[in-house]
């Protein structure tokens, strides 16, 4: 589509296009000199990125963003879900926040908080989240509730997750 709006993190910030990667702008309104990872979009221009010690949140198209500490120490992975909760994937655990990341609550304390290395959303909602104990945590309720899946045959340090159609990992 022309005129879709592109994201990518640099060691100066985030940049965005709105040509389909022919011309790039800055887009740092709101935070401070950053080494931004894990871009993720959501519905309806929501955009989250990560630093060392932040999450930081845009629902303008990356035009401005905000920033909150993250809750479980250094965040490796974060997601938007289809309702637009963010999930946030740290060495203590899932966390999910329903106010843009102002406030969170760790929503593995009921599987032990374990070390999370990727989350995934899959198309109808289901949060996956990866842990440093090769297994994948599955929840359809927005982490209320969570099973437990091995993930047998994942080789050690296997890093992200990614949904395709139908759920499938």
């Known amino acids: ?17 709105i040509d389909e990667g022919n011309t790039w702008e800055q ?9 931004p990872y894990g871009i993720v979009g959501g519905s309806k221009n929501r955009f989250s990125a990560l630093s060392s010690d932040s999450v930081y ?13 993250s809750p479980g120490g250094h965040p490796n992975s ?16 899932v966390f999910k926040s329903g106010n843009e990341g102002a406030t969170w609550t760790d929503i593995s304390a009921s599987v032990g908080s374990p070390a999370v290395r990727s989350l995934a959303i899959d198309t109808v909602g289901a949060v996956y989240a990866l842990t440093d ?7 359809t309720d927005n982490g209320t509730t969570w099973l437990i899946r091995t993930a047998l045959g994942l080789p050690s340090g296997t890093a992200s997750l990614l949904c395709g159609s139908g759920g499938f990992l």
């Open 1 to 17: 589509d022309e005129g879709s709006l592109v994201l990518s993190g640099y060691h100066d910030g985030v940049f965005r296009s």
């Open 27 to 35: 887009a740092n309104a709101g935070v401070r000199f950053w080494y």
């Open 57 to 69: 949140f845009s629902n303008d198209a990356a035009a401005t963003w905000t920033s909150h500490p």
């Open 78 to 93: 974060v997601a938007i879900g289809k309702d637009g909760f963010l999930f946030l994937g740290t060495p203590r655990g």
């Open 133 to 139: 104990a090769k297994s994948i945590l599955a929840s």
